[in-house]
C-alpha cells in the first residue's frame, strides 16, 4: 500500500468515519466453498453478522454499544435457526455471485427474529435466525437481558410471537413440537444409534465473546455423524465419502447452551431415516442431540436433510 493511501486510511479512522457496512453482494470464492459445495459453515457466519448488523441498525448505535441498564455488554444470543438451501448448497459453484438481503423484527423486549435470505447461482438460500440479548455473569454463563432503556424505546415488539419461537420454546422443554419436519419429538422413544465425543477447537469454533460459535454446532454435528455413519455403516456407498455424497437443503437447530472452551461435549446420533423427496431424488434425515461430557445437559438440537448428489445413491 502506498504513503497516500496508508494517510487516507488512517485519516479515516482518525475521524471516525462510519463503519462499512457487511456486503450484501460478493463472488464466491474458495473462502466461501467447501468440498462439496457452498460453505454452511461460512454461510451462517456471514449470515450471523448481517442479522447482528441489522439489530445495530435498529437501535442505532454500534455493536459494542449495546448495553442494559447497568452498561453490561449485550450479546446476540442465538436461540433456533432455521435453514433451507434450494436445490442444495452443492448447487453453488466458484465464482457464483452471492447476492442477500436481511430483516430483522423484534419479537420480545430481548429477542429478534432475523430473515436472511440470498441467490447464489442456481441456488436459493432461505434462513430464519431467533436471538436473544443476553450479558455474561460473574460464573462465565450467558443470561437473557434487556437492552438499556434509552435502547428499549426503539426495540418495541412487532406482532404475534413467531412459530420459531413457539418451537424453540417447546424445544427447550422437550415438549412435543406441532411441525412437520422438526416434529413430533426431538426425542426418540429408542436409544441413540452412537455417540463421539468431541472437544471443540478455540482457533476454528469459538468467537470474539468467547463462546461456542452458534455456526460451530451444525458443523460438530456433522463431524460426529460422518464418523457414526461410517462407524455403523448405515450408507454402503464405497466410492463417495459422505461429505461429498450428500448436501443439506433442510436444517433446523435447537440451541439450549454453551459450552466453555477446554471442555467437550457429546453427540449422538439419535436417529437415520431415509426420505423419498417429492421430485424424485432421495435424501436421508438425521436427528443429532449435543450435550456437555461432564454433566450430560443438552446443549443443541440439530435436525437435518441431506440429499444425494446426482450418482451417489
Request: glycine share 8%; aromatic share 6%; proline share 7%.
Amino acid at each position: 500500500m502506498s504513503a497516500a493511501a496508508v494517510a487516507l486510511v488512517d485519516a479515516a479512522a482518525d475521524t471516525g468515519a462510519a463503519l462499512p457496512p457487511a456486503p450484501r453482494r460478493l463472488r464466491i470464492g474458495m473462502p466461501q466453498l467447501d468440498a462439496s459445495g457452498l460453505s454452511e459453515g461460512w454461510l451462517l457466519r456471514h449470515a450471523g453478522d448481517l442479522h447482528w448488523e441489522a439489530i445495530t441498525r435498529r437501535l442505532g448505535v454500534a455493536s459494542d454499544d449495546i448495553r442494559g441498564d447497568g452498561d453490561q455488554r449485550l450479546y446476540p444470543t442465538v436461540v433456533a435457526l432455521r435453514a433451507r438451501y434450494e436445490p442444495s448448497l452443492a448447487a453453488v459453484r466458484e465464482n457464483d455471485v452471492f447476492a442477500s438481503n436481511v430483516e430483522v423484527t423484534p419479537c420480545g423486549g430481548a429477542c429478534a427474529l432475523g430473515y436472511v435470505t440470498a441467490h447464489v447461482g442456481g441456488a436459493r438460500v432461505s434462513l430464519e435466525l431467533l436471538t436473544t440479548f443476553a450479558c455474561r455473569e460473574p460464573s462465565g454463563a450467558m443470561k437473557m437481558a434487556l437492552p438499556a432503556a434509552r435502547l428499549a424505546a426503539r426495540w418495541a415488539p412487532v406482532g404475534v410471537v413467531p412459530a420459531l419461537a413457539q418451537l424453540a420454546r417447546a424445544a427447550r422443554r422437550d415438549q412435543p413440537l406441532d411441525d412437520g419436519f422438526a416434529g413430533p419429538s426431538l426425542t426418540p422413544a429408542t436409544p441413540p444409534l452412537g455417540r463421539v465425543t468431541r472437544e471443540p477447537s478455540p482457533y476454528a469454533d469459538y468467537n470474539g465473546a468467547r463462546l461456542l460459535y452458534f455456526a460451530a454446532y451444525p458443523t460438530l454435528a456433522d463431524d460426529a455423524e460422518r464418523e457414526l455413519v461410517r462407524r455403523l455403516r448405515l450408507w454402503e456407498g464405497r466410492s463417495l465419502d459422505w461429505a461429498l455424497a450428500t448436501s443439506p437443503d433442510k436444517r433446523d437447530v435447537f440451541y439450549y447452551g454453551n459450552l466453555p472452551i477446554g471442555e467437550s461435549l457429546v453427540a449422538e446420533l439419535l436417529s437415520f431415516e431415509r426420505e423419498a423427496v417429492c421430485d424424485g431424488r432421495a435424501g436421508v434425515k438425521t436427528r443429532m442431540r449435543l450435550t456437555r461430557a461432564r454433566d450430560g445437559q443438552r446443549i443443541a438440537d440439530v435436525i437435518t436433510r441431506r440429499l444425494f448428489v446426482d450418482g451417489a445413491r
